[in-house]
């Protein structure tokens, strides 16, 4: 049995010249509420970098892969590029802008400076916020876990080392 639809071309042609309509849309985003419309296939990413202009959170391979895009949902750890925007509806986001600012370092960034741990800076908002998650997480203890799991967030330049030093220095200032 076929259960296929079909339609005329007029009919076609009008479903294809209607507006697409936008969903609303209500997030807590580093710590401010927001209600926004958006469009239905909008990534979480495409939102705060596009239409937020908070361009922390990185594009890097938009297939979730290099965990550029991390950021927190509900203080779990998340590839921003995967999840579309009104499927966390309710939900409260937090970026790589909403952990610390200027003058007022949250600790995994000023252990990020204080161990190198970065070098071309490209994926360090990922990493910063893989690391909040993965403390929020409560499960790695030693350095072996630390590097199991942050291995979702791909550094090329090669500073993996240093980033397990200074999430593994924020751990234990905070044990």
Known sequence: MNDAVTIDRASAAAVASRPIATL????????????????PWT??????????????????????????????IDGKRINACLKLAVSVDGAEITTIEGLGQLGNLHPLQAAFIEHDAFQCGYCTPGQICSAQGLINEGHAKTREDVREQMSGNICRCGAY???????????????
């Open 161 to 175: 080392t240093n980033i397990a030093d200074a999430v593994l220095d924020v751990m234990e200032s905070r044990a």
């Open 43 to 72: 990534t979480l990413l495409d939102l705060l970098r596009d239409k937020l202009d908070l361009t922390g959170s990185k594009k890097g391979c938009d297939h979730g892969q290099c965990g550029a895009c991390t950021v927190l």
């Open 24 to 39: 609303p849309l209500s997030l807590t985003i580093n710590g401010q509420p927001k209600d926004l419309q958006v469009e």
